[in-house]
């Protein structure tokens, strides 16, 4: 049973940045590779695909409202992938989501499988 735990998130105000963090655990992920992502979503939203990486971090997709403001990065030896957030605006403010997927795509929705609980994170203005 793969369990997801994302931590770091919090209020902040805009301009802030923020750290993510979130480790994978009970699942083989040595045997396959495996898609690790950020998502978010906001109340009578869908959840978005805020950020994805390849099973070595080599190659890495984002939303194009993120892009040169979020970083995504991975460490296979912890399980764990990152986000950090520099730059953040009020319209970051979102549950987000930690996600995994056996899969070698990492740019849709359809390559995670395994979901974390999320972690609030508020931008003030």
């Known amino acids: 049973q793969v369990q997801l735990v994302e931590s770091g998130g919090g209020l902040v105000q805009a301009g802030d940045s923020l750290r993510l963090s979130c480790e994978a655990s009970?699942?083989?992920?040595?045997?396959?590779?495996?898609?690790m992502g950020w998502f978010r979503q906001t109340a009578g939203k869908e959840r978005e695909l805020v950020a994805g990486t390849n099973w070595n971090g080599g190659n890495r997709y984002y939303l194009d409202s993120v892009k040169g403001r979020f970083t995504i990065s991975r460490d296979n030896a912890k399980n764990t992938v990152y986000l950090q957030m520099k730059s953040l605006k009020p319209e970051d403010t979102a549950v987000y989501y930690c996600?995994?997927?056996?899969?070698?795509?990492?740019?849709?929705?359809?390559?995670?499988?395994?979901w974390g609980q999320g972690t609030q994170v508020t931008v003030s203005s």
């Open positions: 996600a995994v997927g056996r899969s070698q795509g990492f740019s849709r929705v359809s390559d995670y499988h395994y």
């Open positions: 009970g699942g083989d992920f040595s045997s396959y590779v495996y898609a």
